[in-house]
């Protein structure tokens, strides 16, 4: 039997594709099995606590699993006497297997991850974390009648645009039950009805069922929330609870007194900030009116609980790859932090489990009812800053509703290490870039990501000519689509010969040469150093290196960084002192798993390989490594809102020079109003001068800086990166 593409595909996506069918190993066999974690027979209590991993709690950098990133918090219900079971879906057609398939665009019911009241009546507790994926109509009346049977639902959220897999949904707006954007595409219709927003906080199916909503802020407290509400007001849920960090949260907004109530909140003496990547205010009210941290809810016979950060939950040992590039994840180690939530979560998770007769937070036999947030939807809250966008653009050849597209060894991957993908045409990525000479060897019609110099313009504009890096006399032809001729064709943009890039597309002949065709994804490709070849380079020498952080070091002193491609290689990095309250991780924990650019003199640090007198750090703008948050850029309008003095990442349009060459102009795409002047650095004016480089004018570019006026105009000034998005 023949297997071409398209047959493996329909054959996946059906589930009818059984292991007996071929010699190659069927989709997920490489991690069928769901875990479980079982008490001893001494301390088991007799209560089940599933935590949910069917609808993208284990996307992007997210690893919400019991024998991964929850471990901790599984391991310390199961010293409680908890049964835990991670929870995947149905298994429909009984192959053995569950499969996730979007049920949005084809309307089947092959998708088998899926939650029913059947399939979860049998835990105490549902556990959803950072849930990334829509509820269907029919999941959300699952979810209310396991409520309504007397069970309990721990809801995880984050930050508002914490959509891991770049598929336009955060945990904020799935459990609230729609989307920030108003936008008719939200209106899904279906098996999922509308979901836009109703810009009204007592609308929606999470108020709606349970008096509360999850505000769309990002705000940042790692000394710790310190507002915990008397364990005699809290049903006993707050009795040796701490201050918990906010590492990049979301607060709630309570609607209904006698269904919500608060158990931590910004105190009087907390002096939150927003987050530096928010994509609004960020902080609406701060205090108390900002609205709760954590809260419970009593609605009828059953209980849910919230919090508005998974960080101060999570612990350090991801257990998949990311699906997108399929590299390690970094997961913060909260679970060990000083401002944990252990305490919180573990005191949570008893109280859900336990049924109790009253039905509301009415004041009767010490069940207080809840505060009131007096503004429960603040008026940013009533649009969406991302305009119904994913925060970034998704890697080339990734899609977060087809499995398929996922690299091995992550969640819901057909495929893990050591086994072979049948496909006969994969999609290659830029992290295994050939050399033109081999891509000249490569077989006609050969799918090839290829590394080489710009040296001509072939065929006028529609062409260019690759050379290899370590053979120039060695070429191949590249044709170029019509929609990149403009940035890679020599002869429209002169700036772009001599430079390396990376290609991405076939083997085929062009204009009678060997060359590369149907184009899908062209990238300038990164100079810097990796952590191996740094590790190599003489001490003393001045050296430009990139990397991804692994961890902090020496407490806020320094960081290791591991090399991109392999991460046995590490290297100890020295922060100044100026430099440790934005990259040591032990001071911001979003900083793990980033990836930087480092200037800096090789030497030694804590008596292994390192980096000292370390100039500038950058965030790389090519940060397909890290999480999703890094990527999330401040708008000009954003920034106008800011005071000076603060340190910014902005992305606009270049509109104009400005000065001469010394300065330029960006605006907002959405509202050319809104300007900003951005001051040149001399390094920096040959590049990005428009004076210099009129090509520039329409581009759009992100800058890292200090907001302050330049000109007597608002501006950035203190200019450390500057790269071009297009």
């Known amino acids: 039997m023949t297997v071409n593409k398209l047959t493996l595909s329909v054959l996946l996506g059906a589930g009818l594709l059984a292991q007996s069918s071929f010699a190659l190993a069927a989709a997920y066999d490489w991690n069928n099995t769901a875990p479980v974690k079982v008490p001893s027979a001494a301390n088991n209590n007799g209560k089940t606590v599933y935590f949910d991993v069917s609808h993208g709690g284990v996307e992007g950098n997210a690893d919400w699993v019991i024998d991964g990133a929850f471990s901790d918090f599984a391991d310390a219900l199961v010293q409680e006497g908890y049964t835990v079971k991670e929870y995947r879906g149905i298994d429909l057609n009984n192959d053995g297997r569950i499969r996730f398939y979007d049920d949005r665009t084809n309307g089947s019911n092959t998708n088998e991850a899926i939650i029913t009241y059947d399939a979860i009546k049998d835990s105490d507790v549902f556990v959803l974390a950072e849930t990334n994926r829509p509820f269907t109509l029919a999941e959300q009346a699952a979810l209310e009648q396991y409520v309504a049977s007397g069970k309990g639902i721990f809801f995880i959220a984050d930050h508002y645009d914490a959509d891991r897999n770049l598929n336009t949904w955060d945990a904020t707006e799935v459990f609230n039950g729609y989307n920030r954007s108003d936008l008719s595409k939200y209106n899904m219709g279906g098996a999922y009805g509308d979901w836009r927003n109703p810009k009204a906080a007592s609308a929606g199916w999470l108020v709606e069922n349970f008096g509360i909503r999850f505000r769309f802020n990002g705000v940042d407290y790692k000394q710790g929330v310190s507002g915990v509400e008397p364990s005699s007001q809290t049903e006993g849920i707050t009795q040796g609870v701490d201050p918990i960090l906010m590492a990049a949260g979301a607060t709630l907004a309570i609607v209904d007194p006698q269904k919500a109530k608060g158990l931590v909140y910004f105190s009087e003496s907390d002096t939150p900030v927003k987050w530096r990547h928010a994509k609004d205010q960020g902080l609406y009210f701060g205090g108390k009116a900002e609205g709760p941290y954590a809260a419970i809810a009593k609605s ?161 504009i529609y062409g260019l000519a690759l050379s290899d890096l370590n053979n120039p006399a060695t070429h191949i032809y590249v044709k170029l689509e019509s929609n990149q001729r403009a940035d890679f064709n020599p002869q429209l943009n002169p700036a772009i010969l001599n430079q390396n890039i990376i290609v991405t597309g076939k083997r085929n002949s062009y204009m009678g040469e060997p060359g590369i065709r149907y184009v899908t994804d062209l990238q300038i490709a990164p100079s810097y150093m990796s952590v191996e070849q740094a590790l190599a380079t003489a001490q003393g020498e001045a050296i430009e290196l990139t990397g991804r952080v692994k961890s902090g070091l020496n407490s806020i002193y320094a960081l290791i960084l591991e090399d991109l491609n392999d991460p046995s290689f590490t290297i100890n990095i020295k922060l100044e002192s100026s430099q440790r309250a934005q990259f040591s991780p032990e001071l911001n924990p979003d900083i793990l798993n980033a990836t930087l650019v480092i200037k800096g003199v090789r030497d030694s640090y804590m008596s292994q390989p390192g980096v000292r007198q370390v100039s500038s750090i950058t965030i790389s703008s090519g940060n397909g490594n890290g999480d999703p948050d890094q990527g999330s850029d401040l708008s000009v309008s954003d920034v106008l809102a800011l005071n000076n003095g603060q340190p910014v990442v902005v992305s606009g349009t270049i509109t104009a020079a400005i000065n001469n060459k010394y300065a330029l102009e960006l605006t907002d795409p959405s509202n050319a109003g809104n300007k900003l002047y951005i001051k040149l650095e001399s390094s920096q004016r040959d590049t990005f001068s428009p004076l210099l480089n009129p090509e520039l004018i329409g581009k759009r570019l992100r800058v890292e800086g200090i907001k302050n006026d330049y000109m007597s105009h608002p501006g950035v000034r203190s200019v450390s990166n500057l790269t071009l998005l297009n």
């Open 300 to 460: 009828g016979a059953g209980k849910a609980a919230f919090i508005g950060d998974s960080s101060p939950i999570e612990d350090a040992t991801p257990k998949y790859r990311r699906q997108d590039n399929g590299n390690t994840k970094r997961t913060y180690p909260g679970w060990t932090d000083p401002g944990h939530a252990s305490v919180l979560a573990v005191n949570i998770i008893n109280w859900l489990a336990t049924p109790e007769s009253y039905q509301y937070f009415d004041g009767q036999n010490g069940h207080y009812s809840g505060f009131v947030t007096p503004t429960p939807m603040a008026s940013q809250e009533m649009s969406d800053p991302n305009n119904g966008q994913p925060w970034g653009t998704p890697a080339s050849g990734f899609d977060a509703w087809n499995t398929d597209t996922y690299k091995n060894n992550s969640f819901n991957a057909p495929y893990g290490d050591g086994q072979t993908n049948p496909d006969p045409d994969p999609t290659p990525t830029p992290g295994n870039a050939i050399s033109v000479t081999d891509a000249l060897a490569a077989a006609q019609n050969t799918p090839v990501v290829v590394v080489g110099k710009v040296t001509a313009a072939i065929n006028g």
